[in-house]
């Protein structure tokens, strides 16, 4: 079995015991009497790095929404947070598939981060009260965490793509959670910024402890800093580490067809096969 890239040690904060972020046994979710996969178990610890991958329509966001208490599962159990989905929203935070923001929106990326403090409440919170300042800081912090300090009080409409990544980001850190999800936050970015934005969900993960999962398409961008993946094919999925998942034999079983894992010359991996269309990991900016 081929090594896929190698992960540096992720420090666990001190007296901090590894426990459960999410914890599927046996699970099946079905969409207008459709089955979307099934017999699904997985588990992710807290502080982990997490891909989801798979084609499209073989129920990645599915599996998002059913750990968000969003779509009640169809058979098997599952736990978030060591609790049932939907009992734990207070302490996650989730970024939805990529929202553009029109070149005119005016408000500026702090208000935007600070919405996810206190975009339920109703009224505007008064400057000098403890809670106003408590929160002030938390924004200021997270988007320190970001690397936004430079153009955070500037219109987001203004702002390049993957600066307004790292603005949404900080927003679903605001409160600070203990679960991150992410659908698809790489899709749209360049190169550069998507790296830049795997190398941060990195750090993210080891300096706030949060667990994450990361909807992609591509594992490329995000290989070397991932700790597992969870790949959605067929109506069922595997868990493991890359280099478990990611190969010829793996790939093969999940479909049910021949497919190959192959790595290009510039060290990118593709995957080939026809179980359905083909499909690629790997550039689709070039």
């Not at 005016?106 to 400057?127: E, Q, S, T, Y």
């Not at 300042?133 to 970001?146: H, N, P, S, T, Y």
Request: glycine share 12%; aromatic share 4%.
């Amino acid at each position: 079995m081929s090594r896929l890239g190698a992960l540096a040690p992720r420090a666990k904060p001190a007296g901090a015991a590894t426990s459960t972020a999410v914890a599927f046994d046996r699970a099946a979710a079905r969409l207008g009497g459709r089955t979307i996969w099934s017999d699904v178990s997985l588990t992710v610890a807290e502080g982990d790095f997490v891909a989801v991958l798979g084609p499209n329509g073989a129920g990645k966001s599915t599996l998002i929404n059913a750990i968000l208490g969003l779509l009640p599962l169809a058979a098997g159990t599952a736990s978030v947070l060591g609790r049932p989905p939907g009992d734990s929203k207070g302490l996650i935070g989730y970024l939805p598939q990529r929202r553009s923001f029109d070149t005119g929106t005016r408000i500026r990326g702090v208000d935007l981060v600070r919405l996810g403090l206190d975009g339920a409440r109703w009224g505007v919170p008064l400057p000098g009260l403890p809670s106003h300042k408590r929160d002030a800081a938390r924004v200021g912090e997270v988007i320190e965490l970001v690397g936004a300090i430079g153009y955070a009080r500037q219109p987001i409409g203004e702002l390049s793509g993957g600066e307004q990544q790292r603005l949404l980001i900080a927003q679903a850190l605001v409160r600070r959670p203990k679960l991150l999800l992410l659908d698809e936050p790489l899709d749209s970015l360049d190169l550069p910024n998507q790296a830049a934005v795997a190398a941060l969900v990195r750090r993210i993960c080891e300096e706030e402890y949060v667990a994450v999962l990361l909807v992609a398409h591509d594992i490329n961008p995000i290989l070397g800093y991932l700790d597992r993946v969870v790949y959605l094919a067929g109506g069922n999925a595997i868990e493991g580490a890359p280099q478990e998942v990611i190969t010829s034999e793996t790939l093969t079983r999940l479909y049910g067809a021949p497919i190959e894992v192959l790595r290009a010359s510039d060290g990118r991996l593709v995957v080939v096969g026809q179980p359905e269309a083909p499909f690629v990991h790997g550039d689709r900016h070039g």
